[in-house]
C-alpha cells in the first residue's frame, strides 16, 4: 500500500516532467493566471502580482483549504516551503508548538518571530510576543478564511517588529453569500460554523462564528520526574476547545471589524514536565479580542488611509506544576497555581499611498500604538499544600511605540524593470536603546514575458517582550536592563517563472544572519537565570514552489524547502532539530464537475539532536492524506483521511533535560463534513 501510493504522487510528476504535450491545452483564461499568479498587496500595501512583489510570497486561498482538506491552521502552514509547525510541547506549558522557519525555530506562545495579522491588524501582542488566541491547533478559525497570505523572510519594513522570519496575514470572509457547516471525525473533532451578511439601510452586516473542538494524539508519552522516568498507562490527550466570533459593520466607507477569540487547551505534562494526571490537565485559557476602525479616502495627491483599533489579550494559566504526591505525599494533587496575565493595546495609523509621479508609487505611514500591562498576579502552594499564596510574577509596564515607515517603488517605462525601496524607523518606549532601523533594497526584473528575476536585501527586528523583561520577585529569574531587540539581515535572489503552459514555477535562495539572539542562560548571579542577548545565528536554503494546472479545476503541486545550514556564527554549532529538507506534493484531480479528489504527501527529513542531548535523531516521515469533495447545488460534503497510512512519527520537545521521550505524532484521522451555501 504504501508503495502504491508512493507510485501514484511520483508517476504525475514523471508524466507531468517527461511529456508535458499530454496536458497540452488552450490558451490561459484570466482565471488560470490568477489562479497562477495573484494579486496581493501584503508586500508593498499596493496591488502587484506575487512574482512582482519584492518578497518571497505565497497565497492560500479558502478554495485550497477546502480541496486540501485541512483541520486546522498548522495543516495549511505544513504545506509551504521551509516552514514546518512542530507538535506543541515544546516550551511553557507544553501547549506551544515550535515554528521552523528557514532555519529558525522560535515558539508560537512565546515569541514566534513570524508576525501575525487578521485584516492587517497585529494580533501579535507585547505581553509575549505571542498570537493570543489564535491557535493554529484550534479547528474553529479555517472555516471563516477567504485566504491567507504570507511573507517568508523579512518584514518589518512595512509591518515593524516581530518580523524577523516572516509575516502571515489572515483574511477573513466578506462576500455577499452566506454559508454554514458541520463536521465531525477522529480524535473527537467537533466543529460548527455559520457566515451571515445582510443590510440594513446603508449598514452592511458580517457576522460569523464557529465552535470547533479536537485533540491532537492520542499516544502513550513519558517524561523525567525527580531523575525517574515515568510512563503513562494511559492515554494522554492534547485537547483544544476554541470559539471564534467575527462581526463586520460597514457604513459610508467606515468599516468596523470585531474579532473575538477563544482557546482553551489541555496538556499531558506539567510545568514541570512531569506527567499530568487525567483528572487535573494543566490548563492554558487565552483570549483575544481585536476591534478596528479604518476609513479610505481619495485626495487631490493620492489615496489617504485611516485605521484605529483597540487589542485585549488575556492568558490564563490553571497550572500543574508538579504530578500528584510530588514533592511528598502531602501534596496529594501536586504543587498548583492560578495566573493571569493581560495587556490593553491602542493604535492609530495613517497612509498616504501617492501615484501622482508617472511611474512611480509612494508610501508613506506612522502609527502609535500604546500596550499596557498590569501587575500579573499568580496563587500557587509552593510551601504549603493547603495554603495559597498570592505573588507578583511580572510587575506593570507600559510601551509607547512610535513609527514611520515610507516605501518608494519606481518602474522603468516598459514596466519590465522596478526598483522598491524602504526604510521604516520604530522606537519603544521601554527598551533601552529602544530605536530600530528596517530597511529593504528590491530589484525587480522581468528577464522575458514570463521569467521574472528578484534580488532583495532587507532587515528586520523583534522587541523583547513583557515576559523577557517584567519578572518580578521571583527567587531564580531576574531581569536584564540592558537586553535589546533581536536583529535578522536577510539577502534573497528568485526566479519566477512560467517555463510552459499553464505552469508556474518559483526558486529562491536565501541567506540569513540574525544578531543579539534572546535566551535564557545564566545571570551575573551565581543562584539567577535571565534573559538576555547571547548569540548569532546564520543560515542560508533554497525553496521552490511548482503548480501545474491539469484543466480548470485539476491540477499537480510540489513544493520544497532544503537548509543548507544553520548553526551559531561564533561556535559554528549546528541548530539541533531543524529540518534539512521539507516536501510536498500532490494532485488534485477533477473526476466531473461535482466530484474531486486531492492526494498529497508530506516528507520532513531526520532531526538531528543538539550537543548535549540524549535522546538520539527522530527519524524522518511520510504522511499522506487524501480528501474527496462532492458538490450539488448549494451543498457540499467531503471526507478526509489524515496520516492514510497510519505511519508512526515523532516530534522533538525543546526541553531535552526533563522530558526523556520524544512526542508522538498523530496516527490514521477520519473526517467528515457538510457545507450549505445559501
Not at 181 to 190: D, E, H, I, P, R
Amino acid at each position: 500500500m504504501k508503495l502504491l501510493v508512493k507510485a501514484v504522487v511520483v508517476a504525475g510528476f514523471l508524466a507531468f516532467a517527461l511529456n508535458p504535450a499530454g496536458f497540452a491545452a488552450a490558451e490561459l483564461t484570466v482565471e488560470d493566471m490568477l489562479f497562477l499568479d495573484m494579486d496581493t498587496d501584503i508586500v508593498t500595501k499596493t496591488k502587484l502580482k506575487i512574482s512582482e512583489s519584492p518578497a518571497i510570497v505565497t497565497v492560500v486561498t479558502a478554495q485550497d483549504i477546502k480541496e486540501m482538506g485541512a483541520r486546522q491552521l498548522n495543516d495549511v502552514f505544513s504545506t509551504l516551503p521551509g516552514m514546518y509547525f512542530s507538535i506543541p510541547c515544546s516550551d511553557i506549558y507544553a501547549i506551544a508548538p515550535t515554528i521552523y522557519l528557514r532555519g529558525i525555530h522560535s515558539n508560537q506562545i512565546a515569541h514566534p518571530m513570524v508576525k501575525l495579522l487578521i485584516n492587517g491588524t497585529p494580533i501579535t501582542d507585547a505581553l509575549q510576543d505571542g498570537w493570543g488566541a489564535l491557535n493554529i491547533y484550534g479547528s474553529a478559525i479555517l472555516p471563516l478564511i477567504e485566504r491567507i497570505e504570507i511573507i517568508r523572510g523579512p518584514g518589518s519594513v512595512t509591518y515593524g517588529g516581530s518580523a524577523i522570519s516572516g509575516v502571515i496575514n489572515i483574511v477573513t470572509k466578506k462576500g455577499a453569500g452566506n454559508e454554514a457547516g458541520l463536521s465531525a471525525g477522529s480524535t473527537n473533532l467537533q466543529r460548527g460554523y455559520a457566515k451571515i451578511t445582510g443590510e440594513h439601510g446603508n449598514i452592511k452586516i458580517n457576522a460569523m462564528a464557529s465552535t470547533g473542538n479536537s485533540y491532537l494524539t492520542d499516544s502513550v508519552v513519558g517524561s523525567r520526574a525527580l531523575g525517574t522516568l515515568l510512563q503513562s498507562e494511559k492515554q494522554r490527550n492534547y485537547d483544544f476547545i476554541s470559539r471564534d466570533y467575527l462581526l463586520d459593520l460597514s457604513l459610508n466607507g467606515f468599516l468596523w471589524q470585531n474579532i473575538f477569540l477563544d482557546e482553551i487547551g489541555n496538556a499531558p505534562f506539567t510545568n514541570a514536565y512531569m506527567l499530568a494526571d487525567n483528572k487535573y490537565p494543566n490548563t492554558i485559557i487565552k483570549k483575544s479580542f481585536i476591534s478596528s476602525v479604518s476609513k479610505s479616502f481619495s485626495t487631490v495627491i493620492g489615496a489617504l488611509t485611516s485605521k484605529i483599533f483597540y487589542r485585549k489579550v488575556i492568558y490564563g494559566f490553571d497550572t500543574k506544576i508538579t504530578a500528584p504526591n510530588i514533592p511528598s505525599p502531602l501534596w496529594t494533587e501536586g504543587m498548583a497555581g492560578i495566573a493571569e496575565h493581560t495587556s490593553d493595546a491602542f493604535s492609530g495609523q495613517t497612509e498616504l499611498l501617492y501615484n501622482g509621479i508617472e511611474n512611480q508609487e509612494i508610501l508613506a505611514g506612522c502609527e502609535i500604538l500604546y500596550e499596557d500591562m498590569p501587575d500579573a498576579l499568580t496563587t500557587w502552594n509552593l510551601s504549603d499544600p493547603n495554603v495559597f499564596t498570592q505573588a507578583v510574577y511580572m510587575g506593570a509596564k507600559l510601551r509607547k511605540q512610535y513609527s514611520l515607515y515610507t516605501q518608494d517603488t519606481l518602474y522603468s517605462n516598459n514596466r519590465k524593470l522596478s526598483l522598491n525601496l524602504g526604510l521604516r524607523y520604530d522606537n519603544y518606549s521601554d527598551i533601552v536603546n529602544g530605536s530600530a532601523y528596517s530597511p529593504r533594497v528590491a530589484v525587480v526584473y522581468k528577464l522575458l514575458e514570463d521569467y521574472v528575476l528578484k534580488a532583495m536585501y532587507g532587515t528586520a527586528f523583534r522587541p523583547p517582550s513583557f515576559m523577557e523583561t517584567s519578572v518580578t520577585n521571583h527567587p531564580t529569574i531576574k531581569n536584564d536592563p540592558n537586553i535589546g531587540s533581536e536583529v535578522v539581515k536577510s539577502f534573497e535572489l528568485a526566479l519566477d517563472c512560467s517555463p510552459m503552459s499553464k505552469t508556474n514555477l518559483r526558486i529562491n535562495y536565501y541567506n540569513n544572519v540574525v544578531n543579539d539572539l534572546i535566551a535564557r542562560v545564566q545571570s551575573d548571579e551565581p543562584s539567577k537565570s535571565w534573559n538576555t542577548n547571547v548569540g548569532n545565528q546564520k543560515s542560508w536554503g533554497l525553496e521552490s514552489e511548482l503548480k501545474f494546472m491539469i484543466d480548470k479545476r485539476s491540477y499537480i503541486f510540489a513544493n520544497a524547502g532544503y537548509l543548507g545550514d544553520s548553526s551559531d556564527t561564533d561556535t559554528g554549532i549546528k541548530t539541533p532539530f531543524v529540518p534539512e529538507i521539507l516536501f510536498n506534493s500532490g494532485v488534485n484531480y477533477a473526476f466531473t464537475d461535482n466530484l474531486s479528489a486531492m492526494l498529497r504527501g508530506f516528507y520532513r527529513s531526520e532531526l538531528k539532536q543538539g550537543s548535549g542531548d540524549i535522546r538520539g535523531n527522530i527519524a524522518p516521515f511520510w504522511l499522506y492524506t487524501t480528501t474527496v469533495n462532492y458538490n450539488i447545488y448549494s451543498h457540499n460534503v467531503y471526507v478526509s483521511v489524515y496520516n492514510l497510512l497510519d505511519q508512526a512519527w515523532y516530534d522533538v520537545s525543546l526541553s531535552s533535560n526533563m522530558l526523556i521521550d520524544h512526542i508522538p505524532g498523530y496516527g490514521r484521522r477520519f473526517d467528515v463534513g457538510y457545507r450549505y451555501y445559501f
